[in-house]
């Protein structure tokens, strides 16, 4: 997920902010194990997650490479042997054409993870601090980990170089926070299914919008959606209708007492009360409340037939922003 440190709650790709800035690429040097002298230079914008290495891949049509394959390397002052390894998805000519896999702390790397069965080590805590798996630096905010690692890297003459490139970093819309792929249990919503008959009112006309030129932009936004992050860690706004029973597992329920029943017939244990259960303490993203707005102001989940929702919802016409025509409207019609 997109990880808030600041905030201490993952949030949606929407509320993720891409601002562009002047980066760093260290060139770090990975010993290879049985050959000693000899390094793997690995380019890398993230020095502080070299403890949640867990392999390195190389592209299998780059020659410089081909004898490691299947070798180890140690990481840079940690020590730990890891693997080289093969995949077609390593760019040859970005950087030194090796590339550090941490599955704990990208997105891609993590797909890489799955593929070649990688283990997965997350060294950070939600704050952006180190936290003990990363044996070193722990405790230490990430960018302060960052210039003591590349401090003790060239101290050590594990640095090869630094050079100075045009990237882009994702930041978060409220706190303005570098934003930290992270692995975390929450909930999600599949997309799709429902992006697919809210796409065709658009396209046919049902829903008309105006001006026209954004019915393009609507439609890539559909065409293109991925599972939802809907959970939050803050403390406000409406609870997971999620219940964990004592033995971990949950069921999903309108109310508590819908909860205790469906417990009950999930367990089979007739004697679980509500004080057995546990509600997520986890909150719903502000746009998923937005989006239920118009059926709930007319009492529409609990009297769904009642006269003001049969006469108000739908609306007829709706006076809106375009910048939130996919974090309201389209959601609404998907409601």
Known sequence: VNWDPLGGTAISDEEVIPKDT?????????????QPGRFLTVATSRPE?????????????DPR????????????LLGREIPVIQDEYVTVDFGTGALKVTPAHDLNDYELGLKHNLPVIDILNDNGTLNEKAELYVGQDRFAARRNIVKDLGDAGLLDKIEEYASIVQTSERTGAVIEPKLSLQWFLKMEHLAKPALEVVENDTIKL????????????????????ISRQLWWGQRIPAYYLPDGSFVVAQNEAEAVELARAQSGNNELQASDLRQDED?????????????SVFDGFDDP????????????????????????VARMIMA
């Open 65 to 76: 490479y081909q004898d490691l394959v299947g070798q180890r390397v140690r990481i840079p």
């Open 283 to 295: 909150v719903l993203d502000t746009w998923f409340s937005s989006w239920l707005w118009p059926i």
């Open 49 to 61: 997650t070299i403890m949640a290495d867990v392999a390195v891949a190389v592209n299998p049509t």
């Open 305 to 328: 037939d009642n006269a003001d929702i049969n006469y108000f919802y739908p609306t007829n016409d709706l006076v809106t922003a375009p910048e939130i025509l996919f974090f309201w």
């Open 22 to 34: 002047q980066a760093k690429m260290y060139h770090l040097k990975y010993e290879v194990v049985g």
């Open 210 to 229: 105006h001006p026209p030129k954004f019915k393009n932009m609507y439609r890539v936004w559909m065409e293109n959606v991925r599972d939802w992050c």
